[in-house]
Nanobody, 126 residues
Framework: QVQLVESGGGLVQPGGSLRLSCTAS????????IGWFRRAPGQEREGVSC????????YYADSVKGRFTISRDNAKDTFYLHMNNLKPEDAAEYYC???????????????????WGRGTQVTVSS
């Protein structure tokens, strides 16, 4: 069973950038679909970006398209969410997640992720 640990959150001004990292241990990241989710206070959890283990299928929520990029470095068992041009509405607790590639990948982060990180806070404020 893979374990995930996020890092890289913090306070950034509107228009700024952050890179979130999610490091996997206990298993090989190659074998997993990956995803980033967020939850703002009083709101439901939202799938921000997800990527399949194979074939490079990537999904971005409309609200982050063109500003966020998901990537993975399987050699480091780490995946990332690069966030540019951050807006106040991007402020949330961000969670990384993984699902075994034996599970059918579904777009819009619609597959079941059963391994989650503990979250990292992103605050966007001037």
């Amino acid at each position: 069973q893979v374990q995930l640990v996020e890092s890289g959150g913090g306070l950034v001004q509107p228009g700024g950038s952050l890179r979130l990292s999610c490091t996997a241990s206990g298993s090989i990241l190659d074998y997993y679909h990956i995803g980033w989710f967020r939850r703002a206070p009083g709101q439901e959890r939202e799938g921000v970006s997800c990527s399949s283990a194979t074939f490079g299928i990537v999904y971005y929520a409309d609200s982050v398209k063109g500003r966020f990029t998901i990537s993975r470095d399987n050699a480091k068992d780490t995946f990332y969410l690069h966030m540019n041009n951050l807006k106040p509405e991007d402020a949330a607790e961000y969670y990384c997640a993984a699902a075994p590639k034996t599970r059918t990948y579904r777009t819009r982060c619609g597959l079941t992720f059963d391994t989650w990180g503990r979250g990292t806070q992103v605050t966007v404020s001037s």
